[in-house]
């Protein structure tokens, strides 16, 4: 029998008569097994608190010396939780059984051994471990997705999060939370609806940026049969569907006028209307909303409605991006690693480089980039251990090309696309105005000489376009920053 | 001569060689001791003969070990001894099979 990642499998045996070992170790060790028998309880545990070898399951007998099987367990247990035990015994009596599981063996089996049942024994042992490994990584998962666990953050910053996210999980208020894309703007959400009055209620997240606009509409206040082409059922909206829960809008700057407008009327009135129905329907969801976008520029520019902004903005939570957080750069690695290693059948761990190397990294996609960085590395890393090697290098986070096309993305979508001279002016404005930057050092990052930044500021100040400047200039800043 | 319970496995001589001795040793043990009022050594002795006895290939021992644990509970200290010889006839009768095959 081998272990998911092929190794060869691990079996504690604790029996006082040495002759039966032997008789376990030639059954098992032809077999592919690799067996450990101890005579004495007290040997095994000296063995074990060297820490050198971990087994995947122990084989324990009632009778030893020093202590009994069931003593033994128990103190096993405390130190070894993770690792199945099975009871042996030539007693019938089933208490002695029934004591063993209650103190946390998984199985017993009775003497004279029956190796093929043993062995089917043992083997469900190590399925429920195998289990029980993948059930702690996926809760560890889950948790991580719905709660702030202190070994997740370890920042203050992620903690003064947490305690906001706390004292507002019990209020109705509207909730606004700003973070760069990958920060964990829903893990904060999830939290809000987990800690609060709302745990056993819905929480229902859409991403507003993800569905085209008229779909979008249905998606979120429903719509009757019939009521547009392909609406063959009627359907129940999401703010129907979140109940007396909480409706989480992610992205919620990339929403448009026309259903911001609809939006703004929900929350005023705390009702809505299907599509293609005149009735209104009370709701009586939360709403908590999420944005990568500097909201406050976006009313400025005109593409976000001020009433709404204001409606959503009451308790605003400002997520810090990874980078100025790195204290919890470690603890999410390892909790990745931990997630992707069992999903792969690996045991990974990171070496200090690897750990230091990833502390210095820019994840401008915070920690979803981290995520997916680990995955990758554990997929292709051999194992066992991850050194700075084995993780993409620091030249793969300086492409450029990749920087700037996420920065000129949002300037895509708008409606017309800005002329290059207005562009042009708002990052010489931009890096002239950073307060650690001299003009020297700004015009010689920019690559121009220190008049022609003094004669183009001059300019733009003159100029008649100064307010729509200062706008782009603080929209171009908005969009470095996500 | 004792086979192993499992028609796949075969024990090794040395290993059943040393098996058998230690059981010679047992028995030898709780003839010298039965008359002490240190019964509780010969329990376990025999419950372990019990438990191991057939994984081995010899069912005899582990049905010897049994019936010893069961006249343990009376006391009966003639049906221990009888079982006692029993055990030893048997092992002596095994062990000399054992070394006759090598």
Redesign the interface.
């Known amino acids: 029998m081998k272990t998911q990642n092929n190794d060869p499998f691990k079996l504690l045996v604790i029996e006082?008569?040495p002759?039966?070992i032997?008789?376990i170790e030639?059954?098992y060790k032809p077999r592919g097994f690799d067996v450990d028998g101890f005579s004495d309880p007290l040997l095994a545990q000296e063995s074990l608190m060297t820490g050198k070898k971990t087994y995947d399951v122990a084989l324990v007998d009632l009778?030893l010396p020093h202590m009994t099987g069931i003593e033994f367990i128990k103190k096993f247990k405390v130190d070894y939780p993770h690792i199945p035990i099975l009871l042996?015994?030539?007693?019938t009596n089933i208490e002695n059984a029934v004591e063993a599981i209650e103190s946390g063996a998984y199985d017993y089996v009775v003497?004279?051994?029956?190796?093929?049942q043993l062995s089917l024994t043992l083997k469900r042992a190590v399925i429920l471990k195998r289990i029980q490994d993948e059930n702690k990584v996926l809760k560890e998962t889950v948790d991580g997705r719905v709660s702030f666990d202190n070994y997740l953050f370890k920042s203050q910053k992620m903690q003064t999060v947490l305690d906001l996210a706390k004292r507002i999980a019990n209020s109705t208020s509207t909730v606004l939370i700003y973070g760069e894309s990958g920060t964990g703007k829903e893990v904060v959400a999830r939290t809000i609806h987990k800690v609060g009055k709302y745990k056993d209620k819905p929480f229902i997240a859409i991403n507003c940026s993800a569905i085209p606009e008229n779909l979008l509409e249905s998606e979120l206040f429903g719509h009757a049969k019939g009521s547009f082409t392909g609406a063959f059922e009627k359907k129940i909206g999401l703010f129907e569907e979140a109940g007396d829960g909480i409706l989480f809008l992610d992205e919620i700057g990339d929403l448009s006028l026309s259903l911001q407008a609809k939006l703004l009327r929900v929350l005023q009135d705390k009702k809505i209307k299907r599509v293609g129905e005149n009735k209104y329907i009370d709701i009586d969801s939360r709403i908590l909303a999420a944005t990568h976008k500097n909201l406050k520029n976006e009313v400025k520019a005109g593409r976000f409605r001020e009433d709404l902004y204001f409606r959503l903005n009451v308790i605003p939570v400002q997520i810090p991006p990874l980078r100025e957080r790195k204290e919890d750069i470690i603890p999410l690695s390892q909790l990745f690693l931990r997630k992707f290693s069992t999903e792969n059948g690996k045991e990974l761990t990171f070496n200090k480089n690897a750990l230091d190397y990833l502390c210095n990294l820019p994840w401008q996609g915070n920690v979803r980039e981290l995520e997916n960085m680990i995955e990758r590395t554990a997929v292709l890393s051999p194992g066992p251990e991850i050194d700075v090697k084995d993780l993409p290098q620091l030249e793969d986070y300086e492409r450029p090309d990749d920087d700037y096309r996420t920065l000129f993305l949002p300037l895509m979508a708008r409606k017309k696309i800005p002329p290059l001279e207005e562009i042009s002016n708002a990052y010489i404005a931009f890096i002239a105005s950073q307060a650690d930057k001299t003009k020297e050092q700004a015009a010689s990052d920019l690559g121009i000489d220190r008049k022609t930044l003094y004669r183009k500021l001059l300019n733009l100040k003159t100029s008649s376009n100064a307010d729509n400047f200062q706008n782009n200039k603080e929209e171009l800043n908005g969009h470095r920053l996500q | 001569m004792g086979t192993a319970y499992n028609n796949e496995f075969s024990i090794t001589p040395g290993l059943l060689d040393r098996y058998l001795q230690r059981r010679m040793d047992d028995i030898d043990f709780c003839q010298n001791i039965i008359k002490s009022d240190d019964l509780q050594k010969i329990k376990s002795i025999a419950h372990n003969m019990k438990g191991n006895g057939t994984s081995f290939g010899f069912p005899e021992i582990s049905s010897i070990g049994k019936e010893i644990e069961i006249c343990m509970q009376d006391k009966d200290i003639v049906a221990i001894q009888g079982l006692l010889f029993k055990l030893s006839d048997y092992v002596q009768n095994e062990y000399a099979k054992l070394k006759k095959m090598a």
Request: charged fraction near 25%.
């Open positions: 006082d008569d002759e039966l032997q008789l030639s059954y009778n042996m015994t030539a007693d003497k004279p051994l029956h190796f093929q």
